[in-house]
C-alpha cells in the first residue's frame, strides 16, 4: 500500500475524540480495516480502535 499521510493541527479545536497514544506503525493495519482489506503481513501493530461514528455523535447517512 503506497500513500501519503498529512497529519495536521488546526489552530481552533474541532472537537472531536482523545484516540490516546498511537504509533505511526498502527496507520496501514487502521487504513485497510477501514477499507475493509486484508492488511499486509508485515503489519504487526493492531489497527486504532475507532469507534463507530453513532458513538461520537455523528449521524449516519442510510
Avoid: C, K, N
Avoid at 500513500?3 to 497514544?21: A, E, K
Avoid at 499486509?40 to 475507532?50: I, K
Wanted: glycine share 10%; net charge neutral.
Amino acid at each position: 500500500m503506497y500513500g501519503f499521510s498529512v497529519i495536521w493541527r488546526y489552530p481552533t479545536p474541532l472537537g472531536g475524540i482523545d484516540l490516546g497514544r498511537v504509533h505511526s506503525m498502527q496507520m496501514h493495519p487502521t487504513v485497510a480495516q477501514i477499507l475493509g482489506i486484508a492488511p499486509s503481513p508485515q503489519a504487526v501493530m493492531p489497527p486504532v480502535e475507532l469507534p463507530m461514528p453513532a458513538e461520537v455523535g455523528v449521524p449516519v447517512r442510510p
